[in-house]
């Protein structure tokens, strides 16, 4: 039932990604929360498979709760605004994500990638490779984000979060008590103005071990264990030997780089380069981030030696799907090999298809968000 206080249904029910987005324009657009709706929800986005299908649903319902209300996009609101009203919404559902999803599905356009930058919040339009496909191959690992897999998921934004205050204070000790560190961006944009061996080296001397403990960073951070897990981790469970930060670290940092590295390739038709910082990034999400499967790793061996020049997990990682950039003339031959030796040999891991074909835009092999 509407109203000032929309009670979830049980963790991992669909509803409630319906719920997240009337909750969200509610409290931003402070709308009247007595208007109700029916609704009639049909998709071909495969549930659990890592592209965003979620994010689709808290959109969809954003848009009929706002014309129920008589609030028409782009004149009460417009979809920047928004993508930032449901990045912030989504968080109904239990999970930590950041708000590339929203950014893309709102202001992506067809035939092109979107790069999204953020705080504040912006998006550009990257012109795709004429002569490679994007095809899209689904482990069938389900990715759930909420349920059982919620904390897994939440681990990575979390830890991201520690990473930055630990940074912060750091930085504070190199360059001065007044250093504040909104997101890590601020150390390349904001008045430091770091270069990227700074940044490396700043990480270095932050998390000089593998792993850091919670109270190891309790020590660094001079406060109470109790206080890290409030302001930063919540109930995360600490791993045996700590939390791996400083492998984390380095993800976001080789992303950040990947990322405007990938943005120029395209702008300069650099196919090659592309589809090599697409390998790289699987690779640092697989040990680094460690979002990875053996299914995921397994598609993208398998899509390079058949004919990818590039193949990367997408999505939120744990299953779903990979992604991969094949010259157009070799995409029947890739998708017969990949059909024949992985969908077809009785091991995948749930019953659907496959898809294939070419990505009208595609956020994640270009996005960046640092969740902090």
């Not at 009670?7 to 969200?24: D, F, R």
């Not at 069938?140 to 984000?145: G, S, T």
Request: hydrophobic share 40%.
């Amino acid at each position: 039932e509407n109203g000032p206080t929309i009670e979830p249904s049980a963790q991992g029910s669909w509803e409630n990604y319906v719920k997240a987005a009337i909750t969200g324009l509610n409290d931003a657009l402070i709308l009247d929360g007595t208007l109700g709706m029916d609704l009639l929800i049909d998709s071909s986005i495969p549930s659990a498979a890592g592209l965003s299908s979620s994010t689709a649903l808290v959109v969809a319902s954003a848009f009929a709760y706002l014309s129920v209300a008589k609030r028409p996009l782009d004149e009460d609101v417009s979809r920047l605004q928004l993508a930032g009203i449901l990045a912030q919404a989504e968080r109904y559902v239990g999970t930590q994500g950041g708000g590339m999803d929203q950014a893309v599905i709102l202001l992506g356009g067809q035939g092109c990638a979107c790069k999204v930058n953020f705080n504040p919040l912006h998006t550009e339009d990257v012109p795709l490779f004429p002569d490679h496909t994007f095809v899209v191959c689904d482990s069938m690992v389900a990715a759930h984000k909420t349920g059982a897999a919620r904390q897994r998921y939440n681990e990575g934004p979390m830890t991201s979060r520690l990473i930055r205050a630990m940074v912060e204070k750091q930085a504070q000790r190199t360059f001065g008590e007044e250093i504040v560190l909104p997101t890590l961006g601020e150390l390349w944009f904001g008045p430091l103005c770091l270069l990227d061996r700074e940044v490396e080296d700043l990480f270095l001397e932050t998390f000089p071990e593998e792993q850091t403990s919670l109270a190891a960073a309790a020590r660094f951070l001079e406060v109470p264990a109790a206080e890290i897990r409030e302001r930063w981790i919540d109930d995360l469970p600490e791993p045996e030997g700590g939390f791996r930060l400083r492998a984390r670290a380095r993800h976001l940092l080789t992303e950040f780089q990947r990322v405007e590295a990938g943005r120029d390739a395209l702008v300069t038709g650099d196919s090659e380069t592309f589809g090599q910082l697409m390998n790289e990034s699987h690779a640092s999400c697989a040990a680094d981030y460690q979002v990875s499967c053996p299914e995921l790793d397994r598609l993208v061996e398998l899509g390079r030696s058949a004919g990818s020049i590039g193949s990367r997990l997408t999505g939120a990682g744990f299953g779903g799907c990979t992604i991969h950039l094949v010259p157009t003339d070799s995409v029947d031959g890739f998708s017969e090999r990949v059909d024949r030796e992985y969908y077809k040999n009785g091991t995948v891991g749930r019953t659907g298809q496959w898809a294939c074909g070419v990505i009208p835009f595609v956020a994640d092999p270009i996005g960046f968000a640092t969740y902090c």
